[in-house]
């Protein structure tokens, strides 16, 4: 199965990586099962991967603890303010006749910090899965895709930590084929002026079209 592939510890951007793709168009994020990899997901909750079989992947790093967890936001734009912490605290207690004992307690001590936001967790779940090409494949939750789709660059980092690649798929659970990029190299001009004959030998060809840009 051919499809297009991200190969990356992280990305931030989506733009970066769904080139031609269309907003609103329904994106798959997923990964094909192979004994390279079958392990790996037996780790993180997977049985004997059948189809259906659905699992909240098992907590390997930050981006899974987050999807399990959530996480809290430190909100420095507020005013601090006033918790408790618990302390031991060891003293003397008197037993009569001038004597004491040593006795601990347990105390809270007030200190001061900024304000705690809970952002609940986005428990993407993966799905074992047959497509009609007969090869089993995990994927999560088909998403429409935007730019600014938190949710969406949240699976593809799920997938990449878990796996170092993450696939993307389209419709029908096919690859989505993304448009080759062609890159055009600028040369730099030399300093100086130059007549304009000498200049158009260099940019123009024999078509009256820039070149590099055939």
């Known amino acids: ?19 031609g793709v269309e907003v609103g168009q329904q994106v798959t994020v997923g990964i094909p099962v192979t004994p390279e990899n079958q392990s790996r997901l037996q780790s993180i909750g997977f049985d004997k991967l059948a189809e259906g079989e659905t699992i909240l992947p098992r907590v390997i790093g930050p981006i899974t603890r987050f999807n ?5 936001k430190i909100r420095r734009d507020l005013e601090k303010e006033t918790c408790y912490r618990s302390q031991e605290w060891k003293r003397q207690e008197w037993r009569g006749k001038g004597e004491t004992e040593e006795v601990m307690d347990w105390v809270d001590i007030p200190y001061k910090r900024y304000p705690r936001e809970h952002i609940p967790a986005p428990s993407v779940e993966l ?31 799920l997938f990449l930590e878990v796996f170092q690649e993450a696939h993307i798929l389209g419709e029908n659970r096919q690859p989505v084929r993304l448009p080759t990029l062609k890159r055009l190299s600028w040369h ?4 100086g ?22």
């Open 188 to 191: 730099v001009l030399p300093p």
């Open 68 to 72: 399990a967890d959530g996480k809290e």
């Open 1 to 19: 199965m051919d499809a297009t592939v991200i190969q990356k510890r992280r990305i931030r951007k989506l733009a970066n990586y769904f080139h």
């Open 127 to 157: 799905t074992c899965v047959i497509n009609a090409e007969a090869q089993r494949l995990v994927i999560a939750p088909a998403f429409a895709y935007a730019e600014n789709s938190e949710l969406l660059l949240h699976t593809v980092n």
């Open 193 to 214: 002026e130059q007549p304009w004959e000498q200049l158009k030998k260099g940019l123009i060809t024999d078509s009256g079209e820039l070149k590099g840009l055939q």
